[in-house]
Each structure stands twice: as structure tokens, then as C-alpha cells.
């Protein structure tokens, strides 16, 4: 009866690489988002998508690219993997002003 | 952009003590929401409260919203209280993005 689910847990790759971390949610709603969590802890959206519209989409370099198949689904794929990358992603989403968060992934490149 | 700044920045406390938390933020808002962050990295959502009072067990928060901060409180704490509290904004005008503080880090020791 997971909430929000984010797959995989954790992610050790080569620089260079391309990568993609998928995440569900079951709750019905019609918003979902990506953060990053940097080493200092510091949370900050990437990606925001409504009814699998995108309406947020703050300054991350374009090898990152979401994609939403349905309002159940955000994916993030990434491509040519780089040492900033390293980091703990999070998928979250709302109906209205609450948010939820996916158990994250971290993601760690070398 | 909106400023959010979180206070203190690390607090130790024993097993039993009381705290508080404190949020300040720059600009009018229209989502204000705490968040506890565990040890092990799951983001779990405390409080939605942009303007008021409410409580959840030993939990509470308080949002002064004309004087553009928030309060939260933790009673009787205990060791799994340890983790790092988030406040997390959202600006007037509708939208989606939440600006993160840079947190909290909360130890509880036995």
C-alpha cells in the first residue's frame, strides 16, 4: 500500500553513463515532482508535472529530461552521467497544496 | 526569490526535553509545511499549516503568517524525534514550487 514509490533505492554508475529512476504513486494525484537533496541536505525542485503537463522546470541542465506517461508515473532519465550528479532524488506529489514524498534514490557516480 | 531560513541550524537535546523549531520566510505565502526527514532519508510530512495552530500528539505548529514565520514545537521529545525538520514554503500567485530551508538537524540522546 505504498504511497509514492521510487525504483531503484540506489544507483552506482560509471561518469558518463545514462540512467533513469522511475516513480509511481497510488494516491490519485494529479501532481508530481522531482528534488534533488544535495550532501549539505539541501532540497530543491527540478521538476514539477500536472496531469502529465509540465509546469515546472527549474534550471537543471538538459540532460536531465522527465517524462510522464501518466499522472501515476514521473520518470527521470539522465543522460552522460557526471560527478554533481551524485545526490538523493526524490519523487513526490499532491492533490492541492500537500506533498508526499517517495522513499528516495540515491544515486552515486564514479 | 523567497528566502527560508530555519533555526537553530543543529540542537541536541535529551530523551524527555522540550523544543522549539523556528521558520522564517521573506514574502507572503500560501503553503507552508514542516517536514521530518529520518535517519534513514525518508521524508515524512508533519504539518500543512500556512496560517494558525495544530497539533498532532507531542507535535505542534504555529504559522504567524502577517509576521511571516512559523513555530514548531516538540513535547516530551524522544530518540526517534532525531532526524532534520524542514519548513518548506510556497509563494501567492498558485504556485506548485516549495522552497526548502536548509533544515534542522534534531538529535535526541537517550
Known amino acids: 500500500d505504498t504511497a509514492v514509490s521510487q525504483t531503484p533505492k540506489y544507483l552506482v554508475t560509471q561518469m558518463g553513463n545514462d540512467k533513469s529512476i522511475k516513480c509511481e504513486q497510488n494516491l490519485g494525484h494529479d501532481t508530481m515532482y522531482w528534488y534533488k537533496q544535495d550532501s549539505k541536505k539541501f532540497l530543491k525542485i527540478m521538476f514539477s508535472y500536472n496531469n502529465k503537463e509540465l509546469i515546472i522546470n527549474e534550471t537543471v541542465p538538459n540532460r536531465f529530461s522527465p517524462k510522464s506517461p501518466d499522472k501515476a508515473h514521473l520518470n527521470l532519465h539522465i543522460n552522460s552521467l557526471e560527478l554533481g550528479d551524485s545526490a538523493v532524488y526524490f519523487c513526490a506529489s499532491s492533490l492541492g497544496l500537500g506533498r508526499y514524498f517517495g522513499p528516495g534514490t540515491r544515486l552515486l557516480v564514479l | 526569490g523567497i528566502q527560508v531560513e530555519q533555526s537553530p541550524p543543529d540542537l541536541i537535546l535529551q530523551e524527555g526535553a522540550n523544543s522549539t523549531l523556528r521558520c522564517n520566510f521573506s514574502d507572503s505565502v500560501n503553503n507552508l509545511q514542516w517536514f521530518h526527514q529520518n535517519p534513514w532519508g525518508q521524508l515524512i510530512n508533519l504539518f500543512y499549516?500556512?496560517?494558525g495552530t495544530k497539533q498532532n500528539g507531542r507535535l505542534s505548529a504555529t504559522t504567524v503568517a502577517t509576521e511571516r514565520y512559523s513555530l514548531l514545537y516538540i513535547s516530551s521529545s524522544q530518540t526517534t524525534d532525531s532526524g532534520v525538520y524542514f519548513c518548506a514554503v510556497g509563494i501567492q500567485g498558485g504556485s506548485e514550487k516549495l522552497v526548502f530551508g536548509k533544515g534542522t538537524k534534531l538529535t535526541v540522546n537517550p
Open positions: 499549516i500556512p496560517s
